[in-house]
């Protein structure tokens, strides 16, 4: 099983169009994250959250809005997509006891 | 400056030898630290926690110097294996930061 999914894991598309992006853990973790990794490989942080509240919002676009139905999921939503929007976006989950990190595998986002 | 700083890299070393990767971090009131290692086009997955103690695992060992806002890994006898990218992650309090990473290629 895996413990954090993430779909879907490629997803080319045009400028300006709208796109999602799911993401679902089976750990029982309370904190779930969206990470960006831009071309220069640095993993960046989006979004945190807890237990389906919002708790950081980096300096993001308001393009990129972020859902969490229940404490398993969390949902990337962008509006208009722009060329620098192209990244794979990571979603993680934390481990409350030890810190660590379970990410997904990554959804590759092209925008043409 | 970035909240943690990582060796540029990258390192290119024959099979065998021993490698050392350095980290700094900015914020004082960092908590926890973390070496994760990520294979091309694939996930960050944890390679190992740092304690302020030191510790070891196998031919890894990491070290901790809260006064110096310094983490280290040392890599010995590598592996083609351990070709990666290393990243040095610090909590703080409700967020974990990465530093960029550094990349490691071994050579047979």
């Known amino acids: 099983d895996t413990a954090v999914s993430q779909t879907p894991k490629y997803l080319v598309t045009q400028m300006g169009n709208d796109k999602s992006i799911k993401c679902e853990q089976n750990?029982?973790?309370?904190?779930m994250y969206w990470y960006k990794q831009d071309s220069k490989k640095f993993l960046k942080i989006m979004f945190s959250y807890n237990n389906k509240e919002l708790i950081i919002n980096e300096t993001v676009p308001n393009r990129f809005s972020p859902k969490s139905p229940d404490k398993a999921h969390l949902n990337l939503h962008i509006n208009s997509l722009e060329l620098g929007d192209s990244a794979v976006y990571f979603c993680?989950?934390?481990?409350?006891?030890?810190?660590?990190?379970?990410f997904g595998e990554g959804s590759r986002l092209t925008v043409l | 400056r970035k909240e943690v700083e990582q060796d540029p890299g990258p390192f290119n070393v024959p099979e065998g030898a021993t490698v050392a990767f350095n980290c700094t971090y900015s914020n004082s009131a960092s908590q926890s630290f973390f070496w994760y290692r990520q294979d091309c086009r694939k996930e960050p997955k944890l390679l190992m926690s740092?304690?302020?103690s030191g510790n070891e695992d196998g031919r890894f060992t990491a070290q901790l110097n809260r006064a110096s806002q310094y983490i280290s890994l040392l890599i010995r006898d590598s592996k083609l294996s351990d070709s990666a990218t290393y990243l040095c992650v610090v909590r703080i309090p409700g967020d974990m930061r990465f530093g960029a990473g550094t990349r490691l290629t071994v050579k047979p």
């Open positions: 993680a989950s934390r481990h409350p006891g030890t810190g660590e990190l379970f």
């Open positions: 740092v304690y302020s």
């Open positions: 750990l029982g973790h309370d904190t």
